[in-house]
């Protein structure tokens, strides 16, 4: 079939993905634990029948992909990350390593595809996920290749999500899709679904550059002071949203400033402003002088790229590196060029 919608987990190629994070999640460890008790983990095991025309949950979206898999008798016991009958089990499993073992067996392999669906399932279940891992994804998960409803949605989860309590992504089934009525595809809408024909397995085993390794900055809700955690400011007044992307919020400008590393990183403020600094402004906050109020200073490797100090021309340098290199390597190599002519003539003068 392909794919039957724009969400995640609305694909056959999702699915294939999903069964070999079950492998690796190593389920059996948790089949057995239910095996040696059925009538302890009876009560834990999660209703998935919803009455007919309710809005899609979690847990009658993917029915129909599990009812050729999944039986009530204890010996024929299916798991999944995806969708689980038992949410709560396959959460203290995930939690006891396994997710951050996963996280990091990922984080190089495919196309990041996968780790951004295991991700999704484990927020689904109410996962503890570490704040670097959630900061890679949000830096990054757009060159994964989501179908686009489902990058809106991965994206937004990433920023809403809180540890421990579970997230629902509502991906309807292909039966309950067909049932309620196919999407209607637009040929620009669709390219996400020309994919390459890749053997089985080797999202999870080939190399991949697309995850960033950058700082993360959700040590704090994102209700809160993003520094030290406060729910309002020192006066009693609401917390102030920083001006670059509108979403952290900050009790103070000490706060703020003490957090800039960090959310720098993110904030799509300073990657905008970073990006379109004229060449006479600080290349990091795009002041015409210096903060004494003298002119700005260069990069003294480049030549090119001015700073009002070297706080900023610290926190611009991750965004400036690369070009300073090259731009200093083409220097450098025009300068050895010319290490041998004669400063001051030219070729005409030469052969008077």
């Known amino acids: 079939m392909g794919a039957w919608g724009y969400d995640l987990f609305q694909s056959d190629d999702d699915l294939d993905t999903i069964c070999l994070l079950d492998e690796s999640?190593?389920?059996?460890?948790?089949?057995?634990?239910?095996?040696?008790?059925?009538a302890k983990y009876s009560s834990k095991k999660q209703p998935t029948k919803a009455k007919e025309g309710d809005s899609a949950s979690d847990s009658d979206m993917d029915m129909d992909d599990k009812e050729d898999t999944a039986?009530?008798?204890?010996?024929?016991?299916?798991?999944?990350?995806?969708?689980?009958?038992?949410?709560?089990?396959?959460?203290?499993?995930?939690?006891?390593?396994?997710?951050?073992?996963?996280?990091?067996?990922?984080r190089d392999k495919g196309r990041g595809n996968a780790l951004c669906l295991l991700t999704a399932c484990a927020m689904?279940?109410?996962?503890?996920?570490?704040?670097?891992?959630?900061?890679?994804?949000?830096?990054s998960y757009k060159k994964c290749r989501l179908?686009?409803?489902?990058?809106?949605r991965f994206g937004k989860a990433l920023l809403e999500y809180r540890n421990g309590v579970p997230y629902p992504f509502n991906s309807k089934g292909l039966n309950l899709?067909?049932?309620?009525?196919?999407?209607?595809?637009?040929?620009?809408?669709?390219?996400?679904?020309?994919?390459?024909?890749?053997?089985?397995?080797?999202?999870?085993?080939?190399?991949?550059t697309t995850i960033e390794r950058?700082?993360?900055?959700?040590?704090?809700?994102?209700?809160?002071?993003?520094?030290?955690?406060?729910?309002?400011?020192?006066?009693?007044?609401?917390l102030k949203r920083c001006a670059g992307c509108k979403e952290r919020l900050y009790c103070s400008k000490f706060c703020q400033k003490a957090h800039t590393p960090r959310h720098s990183a993110l904030c799509v403020g300073f990657h905008k402003a970073r990006e379109e600094q004229p060449d006479d402004a600080c290349g990091n906050c795009g002041a015409k002088e210096a903060?004494?109020?003298?002119?700005?200073?260069?990069?003294?490797?480049?030549?090119?790229?001015?700073?009002?100090?070297?706080?900023?021309?610290k926190e611009h340098y991750p965004a400036h590196a690369s070009k300073c290199k090259a731009t200093a390597a083409?220097?450098?190599?025009?300068?050895?060029?010319?290490?041998?002519?004669?400063?001051?003539?030219?070729?005409?003068?030469?052969?008077?």
């Not at 179908?147 to 809106?152: C, D, L, N, W, Y």
Request: glycine letters at 8%; aromatic letters at 6%.
């Open 71 to 106: 039986s009530d008798e204890p010996d024929d016991l299916y798991l999944t990350l995806y969708n689980s009958d038992y949410p709560d089990l396959l959460q203290q499993h995930l939690d006891g390593g396994v997710f951050i073992r996963m996280v990091n067996d990922l």
């Open 177 to 208: 899709t067909v049932n309620t009525g196919n999407p209607h595809y637009q040929e620009s809408e669709i390219t996400w679904m020309r994919l390459e024909k890749v053997p089985v397995g080797e999202e999870v085993t080939q190399q991949n």
């Open 291 to 313: 903060k004494d109020g003298n002119a700005l200073k260069r990069c003294s490797r480049c030549k090119e790229r001015n700073y009002c100090s070297v706080e900023c021309q």
């Open 25 to 38: 999640a190593d389920l059996n460890k948790v089949k057995e634990k239910i095996l040696a008790d059925p």
């Open 214 to 238: 950058i700082w993360g900055d959700f040590n704090r809700p994102v209700d809160v002071c993003g520094n030290c955690g406060a729910q309002q400011c020192e006066d009693g007044s609401n």
């Open 124 to 139: 689904q279940l109410g996962c503890q996920i570490p704040d670097w891992c959630r900061q890679e994804l949000v830096a």
């Open 147 to 152: 179908p686009p409803v489902g990058e809106a």
């Open 330 to 352: 083409e220097t450098k190599e025009n300068e050895d060029g010319n290490a041998g002519r004669v400063q001051g003539l030219n070729v005409l003068q030469t052969w008077r």
